[in-house]
C-alpha cells in the first residue's frame, strides 16, 4: 500500500495494479479460496483461478502455473459490447459491473480474451451453508443478504481487484494471503513502489497484449 492509499486527501492519483511473479506461484490455489471466502461468490464462480500449463517436451517438462484474476484492462473489451453501459472503467481504475444494470446478455463474457467473468446463474447456493445469511461486499456496496431472485444472481460476476477492500486501504485478498509470496498489488504512479520496481523487471510481461487491452495485471516470467 502507498502513501496515497493511506491518504485519501493525497492529490497524488493511485494507478493501481496487480504483479504475479510465475516462478513464486507454487500453484496451492490458496488465492483462489480466499477470494471466494472474501467475496463469498458460490459454486461455478471464481473470480480468480490458478490455470497450469505443461512447459517444454518429455522427459524435460515442467508445470508452470498462471493465476488469472480480471486483468482491469485500461482499454476493455468487455465495457465496449455492453448494450445498456452495465460494465464499465470505474473509479480507481477499476473495472466494475453495475448489478443493478446488467441484463444478463453475457455480451461481455463472449468479448473478455481472458476468460475472466462468469455469470451467475443462481444454482448450488444451496451448498453454501448460511449463504443467504451473509453479507454481500459486492463493488463495494453492501447489498445485504444474498437471496434468490435477486442481484447479483442472473447477472455477470468478475474480479475488482477486491475493490471494498481498496477503500479501506487494505490489499486485495489473493495478496494478503498468497502463501508463495507472488502476488503484490500497488500503486504504479508511485516510482518507489516495490510494483513500480517489479514492473521495470526485464521479466515483466502482459497476457495478450497484442490485442491492445492494456491490462493492469503485469505478469513476471
Ligand atoms: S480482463 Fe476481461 S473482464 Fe477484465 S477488464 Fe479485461 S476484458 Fe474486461
Ligand atoms: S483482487 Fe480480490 S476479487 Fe480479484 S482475484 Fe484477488 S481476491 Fe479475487
Given amino acids: 500500500m502507498t502513501a496515497a492509499a493511506r491518504d485519501p486527501g493525497s492529490r497524488h492519483e493511485p494507478y493501481w495494479v496487480m504483479v504475479i511473479d510465475l516462478q513464486k506461484c507454487i500453484g496451492c490455489d490458496t488465492c483462489t479460496v480466499s477470494c471466494k471466502a472474501e467475496n463469498r461468490t458460490p459454486p461455478g464462480v471464481s473470480y480468480n483461478v490458478v490455470l497450469e500449463m505443461e512447459l517444454g517436451e518429455y522427459p524435460n517438462t515442467r508445470r508452470a502455473y498462471v493465476p488469472r484474476p480480471c486483468m482491469q484492462c485500461d482499454s476493455p473489451p468487455c465495457a465496449g459490447v455492453c448494450p445498456v453501459g452495465a460494465t464499465y472503467k470505474g473509479?480507481?481504475?477499476?473495472?466494475?459491473?453495475?448489478?443493478?444494470?446488467?441484463?444478463?446478455?453475457?455480451?461481455?463474457?463472449?468479448?473478455?480474451?481472458?476468460?475472466?467473468?462468469?455469470?451467475?446463474?443462481?444454482?448450488?447456493?444451496?451448498?453454501?451453508?448460511?449463504?443467504?445469511?451473509?453479507?454481500?461486499?459486492?463493488?463495494?456496496?453492501?447489498?445485504?443478504?444474498?437471496?434468490?431472485?435477486?442481484?447479483?444472481?442472473?447477472?455477470?460476476?468478475?474480479?475488482?481487484?477486491?475493490?471494498?477492500?481498496?477503500?479501506?486501504?487494505?490489499?486485495?485478498?489473493?495478496?494478503?494471503?498468497?502463501?508463495?509470496?507472488?502476488?503484490?498489488?500497488?500503486?504504479?504512479?508511485?516510482?518507489?513502489?516495490?510494483?513500480?520496481?517489479?514492473?521495470?523487471?526485464?521479466?515483466?510481461?502482459?497476457?495478450?497484449?497484442?490485442?491492445?487491452?492494456?491490462?493492469?495485471?503485469?505478469?513476471l516470467k
Fill in 91 to 219: 473509479e480507481s481504475g477499476i473495472v466494475v459491473i453495475d448489478d443493478d444494470r446488467c441484463i444478463g446478455c453475457r455480451y461481455c463474457i463472449a468479448a473478455c480474451p481472458y476468460g475472466a467473468r462468469s455469470f451467475d446463474f443462481g444454482e448450488n447456493y444451496d451448498e453454501m451453508l448460511g449463504y443467504t445469511e451473509v453479507q454481500a461486499p459486492e463493488y463495494g456496496v453492501d447489498r445485504g443478504p444474498r437471496r434468490r431472485g435477486e442481484t447479483p444472481i442472473g447477472t455477470v460476476r468478475k474480479c475488482t481487484f477486491c475493490l471494498h477492500r481498496i477503500h479501506r486501504g487494505e490489499e486485495p485478498a489473493c495478496v494478503e494471503t498468497c502463501i508463495g509470496d507472488a502476488r503484490y498489488f500497488g500503486d504504479l504512479n508511485d516510482p518507489n513502489s516495490v510494483v513500480a520496481k517489479l514492473a521495470a523487471s526485464p521479466r515483466a510481461f502482459r497476457l495478450k497484449e497484442e490485442l491492445g487491452t492494456q491490462p493492469r495485471v503485469i505478469y
